[in-house]
């Protein structure tokens, strides 16, 4: 029996330097309050309470004055001004690829053209998105990317097409090509962020060959999802789980090949205990690395 843990399971670069960024500022300052959970892992977040970064989950929760960290998700323009009024010392950890989408967002706008955000309605990375455009919409998927471009009529406003950075690869593509036929003025923005596609690319080989998939993560988090629901259509056994607490050792031993990844917000010290619990408690080898494979296909 083997186990491979996917080598762009865990942290991204963006959810790295924001949690960095917290941690060194509480350090400094013995406080920061972080505006929303800082990544969608209810560990790690308890884990920086413990060292002095709070969430707030509301500008009311946050004192005047205070250091306040943006998260990677980033936010919506007006939260800035916002903190300025109450003299907040503002910490910015916008992921620079979603700071990419406001910019295109706001100069899109500016011209006049309606955007099109493809991503999970209501998710903090998309209301910060909305929060850069005049008009927009948001489509969750194909089918609403179909009803969209039904509804299109010729004389339409310009369209400015952008993506939450964790959209499904092949959904993006779907949508994009439904779109484009109906549509006469559109502008198409990629802005599915490399480590995505790069974790759902190796998620979708690794699904490919193993008879079990574990994919941990927070059941919030948006990209950790989608790492599941590629599993799941490559995979006939796939466990979501958000801690080793959720595995028992007894249908672990049922498997030749196991395969582990994680999303962006999973602290590798969680994927760690998982793996760790593997092969301490069922003794089992860890698998090669998966990267090998990634390059060769
Ligand atoms: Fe940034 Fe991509 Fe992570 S957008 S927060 S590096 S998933």
Known sequence: MSVTVAKTAGFCFGVRRAVDLAEQQAKKNGKIYAYGEIIHNMHEIERLEKLGVYTAHALEDIPDGAGVLIRAHGVPRNVYTLLQAKKCEIFDATCPFVRKIHKIADKESADGRLIV?????????????????????????EEQARAFSER????????????QTTVNRSIWNISVGLIKKRCTNLKIFDTICKATDERQSEARLLAGVSDQMIVIGDKKSSN?????????SLCSDVRYIEDAAELTTQELGQHQHIGITA????????????????SEETKIETGEDFAAMLEES
């Open 117 to 141: 955000i493809l991503g999970s309605a209501g998710h903090p990375e998309v209301v910060g998105i909305q929060g850069w455009c005049g008009e927009s919409v948001v489509l969750e998927g």
């Open 152 to 163: 299109l009529e010729m004389e339409d406003k310009p369209i400015s097409l952008v993506a």
């Open 224 to 232: 950790t999802k989608r790492l599941y629901e590629i599993s799941r």
């Open 263 to 278: 999303g962006a917000s999973t602290p590798a010290w969680i994927i760690k205990e998982v793996s760790n619990m593997m």
